[in-house]
């Protein structure tokens, strides 16, 4: 069985570009930022329960901090509706370009938001409202900086080029908790609190302008100008919808694991660290590093191996293996709840985080063409993630809560790394009776 995967259109066509590293390296930075301003706010997230959602009882204020993280998912679809059809109608860079900007005003409003003893109600209100334009804009860059990758690299590299996509999140990550890391090393708690959150918002609202300046030098797709040139898809949504709907299921299947142990281990991992554990902040966030920097490593060490061995091959034993081990891990974790256990178990996390997100990009960009590539991608990653990821830190602290049970997170991992391997399956058998192109 192969799942070597090509769409029977333009896309399938090689590519005449032989360097692609600049295109490759502007969306890489662009897409780094984005996800750092994503994940800043999940690691302040007891912090920003204090300060905008305060409550007499301190899970209740932790729940609706990560609540409203998990609200600005619900924006994501719309997102990736606008932004990835945007992508398909005005072209990649158009689409990328614009998704910064609304990224950069999200962070913007919370960097420099009230707090909720200063003006009350409002306070929250102005958090939700950045974080679901964060939502918005992020909902819209996998799907075009994913075609933007994949469409200038050579048809034969498509995984290695795509797993930069991954590469950046792991980069996103380690920028993010390492930021964290320092100011509440260097910080007391009461500088955390007054204003040491804030400094992290900062540090991307001042890469954002770097970011925006060289994503608006780079050039659009050679696929996409031999589409633009030839005929544009009118409605690209519409199209996926009636089209290609099965795809697009599968794909939401194909993304659903990866995304619950993603969010579950490298988001909200600091926080059940320093809640559940009772390991110092610094050292939570030490270990988010690990995950990030291992992610950012071998992500395209997995996309070269989807190259070479299909990505059904390896993304299917990478999503058998996160559903073995979730369990050991937090197993390891609750048992010998040391940092240096911390710092093992997420290296292993950030290993089998590569393995199945790296083939992720390719597989996807493979499914859909390039008439609604942009589109395809940005609905089957954005309502996975934001069913079976966003809400996930809200569920998992919910779960521990309620069964008293500090497993408890494990297992909703290995039940959506089930419907993952189910998928991968399905998807599998379906693209090996395609006719090759």
Same mark, same amino acid.
């Given at each position: 069985?192969?799942?070597?995967?090509?769409?029977?259109?333009?896309?399938?066509?090689?590519?005449?570009?032989?360097?692609?590293?600049?295109?490759?390296?502007?969306?890489?930075?662009?897409?780094?930022?984005?996800?750092?301003?994503?994940?800043?706010?999940? $690691?302040?997230?007891?912090?920003?329960?204090?300060?905008?959602?305060?409550?007499?009882?301190?899970?209740?204020?932790?729940?609706?901090?990560?609540?409203?993280?998990?609200?600005?998912?619900?924006?994501?679809?719309?997102?990736?509706?606008?932004?990835?059809?945007?992508?398909?109608?005005?072209?990649?860079?158009?689409?990328?370009?614009?998704?910064?900007?609304?990224?950069?005003?999200?962070?913007?409003?919370?960097?420099?938001?009230?707090? $909720?003893?200063?003006?009350?109600?409002?306070?929250?209100?102005?958090?939700?409202?950045?974080?679901?334009?964060?939502?918005?804009?992020?909902?819209?860059?996998?799907?075009?900086?994913?075609?933007?990758?994949?469409?200038?690299?050579?048809?034969?590299?498509?995984?290695?080029?795509?797993?930069?996509?991954?590469?950046?999140?792991?980069?996103?990550?380690?920028?993010? +908790?390492?930021?964290?890391?320092?100011?509440?090393?260097?910080?007391?708690?009461?500088?955390?609190?007054?204003?040491? /959150?804030?400094?992290? !918002?900062?540090?991307?609202?001042?890469? @954002?302008?770097?970011?925006?300046?060289?994503?608006?030098? *780079?050039?659009?797709?050679?696929?996409?100008?031999?589409? +633009?040139?030839?005929?544009?898809?009118?409605?690209?949504?519409?199209?996926?919808?009636?089209?290609?709907?099965?795809?697009?299921?599968?794909?939401?299947?194909?993304?659903?694991?990866?995304?619950?142990?993603? $969010?579950?281990?490298?988001?909200? &991992?600091?926080?059940?660290?320093?809640?559940?554990?009772?390991?110092?902040?610094?050292?939570?966030?030490?270990?988010?590093?690990?995950?990030?920097?291992?992610?950012?490593?071998?992500?395209?060490? !997995?996309?070269?191996?989807?190259?070479?061995?299909?990505? !059904?091959?390896?993304?299917?034993?990478?999503? &058998?293996?996160?559903?073995?081990?979730?369990?050991?891990?937090?197993?390891?974790?609750?048992? /010998?709840?040391?940092?240096?256990?911390?710092? *093992?178990?997420?290296?292993?996390?950030?290993?089998?985080?590569?393995?199945?997100?790296?083939?992720?990009? +390719?597989?996807?960009?493979?499914?859909?063409?390039?008439?609604?590539?942009?589109?395809?991608?940005?609905?089957? $990653?954005?309502?996975?993630?934001?069913?079976? @990821?966003?809400?996930?830190?809200?569920?998992?602290?919910?779960?521990?809560?309620?069964?008293?049970?500090?497993?408890?997170?494990?297992?909703?991992?290995?039940?959506?790394?089930?419907?993952? *391997?189910?998928?991968?399956?399905?998807?599998?058998?379906?693209?090996?009776?395609?006719?090759?192109?």
């Amino acid at each position: 069985m192969s799942a070597q995967f090509r769409s029977p259109d333009l896309g399938a066509m090689p590519v005449a570009r032989r360097n692609p590293w600049k295109e490759i390296c502007a969306a890489s930075i662009g897409n780094a930022l984005e996800f750092y301003d994503l994940l800043i706010y999940g $690691y302040f997230a007891i912090v920003i329960g204090k300060l905008f959602f305060p409550s007499a009882d301190e899970t209740t204020s932790l729940l609706l901090s990560v609540g409203t993280f998990g609200i600005s998912f619900v924006m994501r679809p719309l997102g990736a509706v606008i932004l990835g059809s945007y992508a398909d109608r005005a072209g990649r860079k158009a689409s990328l370009t614009l998704s910064i900007l609304f990224m950069m005003a999200g962070t913007a409003m919370i960097a420099f938001a009230p707090t $909720y003893s200063q003006i009350g109600i409002m306070s929250p209100l102005i958090v939700i409202a950045a974080r679901m334009l964060q939502g918005f804009s992020t909902g819209g860059e996998f799907g075009a900086a994913t075609a933007f990758m994949v469409e200038h690299a050579d048809a034969k590299r498509r995984g290695f080029f795509a797993s930069w996509q991954l590469s950046t999140q792991g980069l996103a990550t380690v920028l993010a +908790a390492g930021v964290s890391a320092l100011l509440s090393y260097v910080l007391t708690e009461s500088q955390l609190n007054d204003w040491g /959150w804030r400094v992290a !918002f900062c540090v991307g609202l001042l890469i @954002g302008p770097v970011g925006l300046y060289i994503r608006s030098q *780079i050039d659009e797709t050679p696929e996409f100008k031999k589409l +633009a040139a030839a005929k544009q898809e009118k409605s690209p949504l519409k199209t996926v919808l009636v089209n290609d709907r099965l795809n697009l299921l599968l794909g939401i299947g194909v993304v659903a694991g990866a995304t619950a142990f993603n $969010y579950v281990h490298k988001v909200y &991992m600091p926080t059940y660290a320093l809640k559940q554990l009772h390991i110092p902040a610094t050292s939570s966030f030490l270990g988010a590093m690990v995950t990030g920097f291992v992610l950012m490593v071998t992500a395209p060490m !997995f996309g070269t191996l989807s190259d070479r061995h299909g990505r !059904f091959k390896v993304l299917s034993i990478a999503m &058998m293996m996160i559903g073995a081990t979730s369990y050991p891990l937090f197993l390891m974790l609750t048992t /010998w709840p040391t940092v240096t256990t911390l710092i *093992i178990v997420q290296a292993i996390v950030g290993l089998l985080l590569a393995a199945c997100l790296g083939p992720i990009p +390719a597989m996807l960009s493979d499914i859909f063409p390039t008439s609604t590539r942009g589109t395809g991608l940005a609905l089957s $990653y954005n309502f996975s993630v934001t069913i079976f @990821g966003g809400f996930s830190p809200l569920i998992v602290t919910w779960m521990i809560a309620f069964t008293n049970n500090k497993m408890a997170p494990s297992f909703y991992v290995m039940t959506t790394g089930l419907i993952s *391997i189910v998928a991968v399956l399905a998807l599998g058998r379906r693209m090996a009776r395609r006719k090759p192109f």
